[in-house]
């Protein structure tokens, strides 16, 4: 196995956590990169370990939330269901607390964020979005700050700590 071929540690360890669901890569058309139905998700064939590891969250995501047919994204009642579908997604591979993680390993923007967690930065973007949605654009842990809007990840430096 080259390099390029070895899994990225989401795509393998989601494989690994999940093997109740049957996934196959193949060459998808229309372009989708990812379908779920009835256990059985096709992950598209030509991308990265890394696009395929967040690919395979989101279809993981409509297993655990979705059901029937959502193609069609112009109906509510299915955009509400993509986004249950990725927000499981974003809380399984990209949990608020990775982001600590990550400042500790020296990473204080998306791009160090999005290599160093090995999810693209597409993926990265829209969590940070929900994440807003929810929490606003600030995080605060101890003493650390995450800044989701643009993304910056800084200790904070007055005396008061902030909860």
């Known amino acids: 196995m080259t390099t390029n071929e070895v899994l990225s540690l989401h795509y393998s360890s989601l494989l690994l956590e999940y093997p109740e669901?049957?996934?196959?890569?193949?060459?998808?058309?229309?372009?989708?990169?990812?379908?779920y139905k009835n256990g059985n998700i096709i992950i598209k064939?030509?991308?990265?370990?890394i696009e395929k590891g967040c690919i395979l969250a989101e279809e993981l995501g409509h297993h655990f939330r979705t059901a029937g047919n959502i193609i069609d994204q112009t109906q509510t009642s299915n955009i509400k269901q993509e986004?249950?579908?990725?927000?499981?997604?974003?809380?399984?591979?990209l949990p608020l607390t990775c982001f600590i993680d990550a400042y500790h390993n020296g990473c204080t923007n998306r791009y160090e964020v999005a290599d160093f967690l090995e999810v693209t930065e597409e993926f990265l973007q829209e969590a940070l979005n929900r994440y807003i949605e929810?929490?606003?654009?600030?995080?605060?842990?101890?003493?650390?700050v995450i800044h989701l809007n643009p993304l910056?990840?800084?200790?904070?430096?007055?005396?008061?700590?902030?909860r």
């Open 21 to 35: 669901v049957t996934v196959r890569e193949k060459n998808l058309l229309y372009g989708f990169k990812g379908l």
């Open 45 to 49: 064939k030509n991308m990265s370990e």
């Open 83 to 93: 986004k249950l579908a990725r927000q499981w997604a974003y809380n399984e591979i």
């Open 134 to 144: 929810k929490h606003g654009n600030y995080i605060f842990h101890e003493d650390i």
């Open 152 to 162: 910056n990840i800084f200790r904070n430096k007055s005396r008061n700590k902030v």
